[in-house]
């Protein structure tokens, strides 16, 4: 997997329209991508993000990881999926509401779109702006499976149980991401492998670690979770999986 770098940045072109019978001003949020970015110190594909199709399959979330002190964080979208990706000009933003993931370690939009299409969040740090890889919506064409029978869990060793896991329906996916969470579903560590296989907290095979700190060791007889996101090229999550498990 390519290492996330970091890009988002700040300058907005606001578009107003006035009714036709003088009433209220509507302000349009719709700040094209480039325009945002011009200007500004970005740095580019250091966002990390990916976005996932819900249970509800007319929904859609968009999953971002906010490291700690970024700001003004943005969500831009193509009109459709036949556009060029990395064309700035196709994007434009869409002011939307942020809920919490892991109480708050992680963060997603919820979006309705009635197509499928190219999808880029941003946020400010150190005075640059930071933007994601395109993210590439694949609700109709791929809706991503919800499963937890393809997820293996060996607790045979000691505090640091090993999962393994099959892919499902679609074996596009390039990179594994996983969250050990407590019974508070708060965040203990998250981790990406290309192997279908994680130890915690072992990190021979990790190529991104997004743990700010060390994690606890478990605790036998205390309930956890194992949550797990495989994802393909263009950051569509195929598969999500989530299991309790225990340590004897």
């Not at 029978?149 to 996983?178: A, C, K």
């Not at 996101?229 to 340590?247: Q, R």
């Amino acid at each position: 997997m390519k290492k996330f770098k970091v890009a988002f940045a700040l300058l907005s072109l606001i578009l107003s329209s006035c009714s036709s019978d003088g009433e209220d001003e509507a302000i349009l949020d719709a700040i094209r991508l480039d325009s945002f970015l011009e200007g500004r110190e970005v740095v580019l594909d250091n966002v990390i993000a990916c976005a996932a199709s819900n249970r509800n399959p007319e929904l859609v979330s968009v999953f971002l990881y906010p490291r700690p002190g970024v700001s003004n964080i943005r969500y831009f979208e193509t009109s459709t999926a036949e556009v060029d990706k990395n064309d700035f000009a196709q994007y434009t933003s869409k002011e939307l509401p942020l809920f919490d993931v892991f109480n708050g370690h992680l963060l997603r939009y919820e979006i309705e779109p009635e197509e499928e299409k190219w999808v880029i969040v941003s946020f400010e740090e150190e005075g640059d702006v930071h933007v994601s890889n395109p993210i590439r919506l694949k609700q109709l064409s791929k809706p991503t499976e919800y499963l937890s029978e393809n997820v293996m869990t060996d607790l045979s060793m000691g505090t640091m149980p090993q999962f393994t896991w099959e892919d499902g329906r679609f074996t596009d996916s390039r990179i594994y991401f996983h969250v050990v969470t407590n019974a508070f579903n708060d965040f203990l560590s998250g981790t990406y492998t290309f192997e279908r296989r994680f130890q915690y907290y072992k990190l021979d095979n990790v190529v991104l670690n997004i743990t700010e700190e060390t994690p606890p060791i478990l605790t036998p007889g205390t309930p956890y979770g194992f949550t797990l996101l495989a994802v393909s090229e263009d950051n569509w999550v195929n598969l999500f999986s989530e299991i309790p498990f225990e340590l004897e």
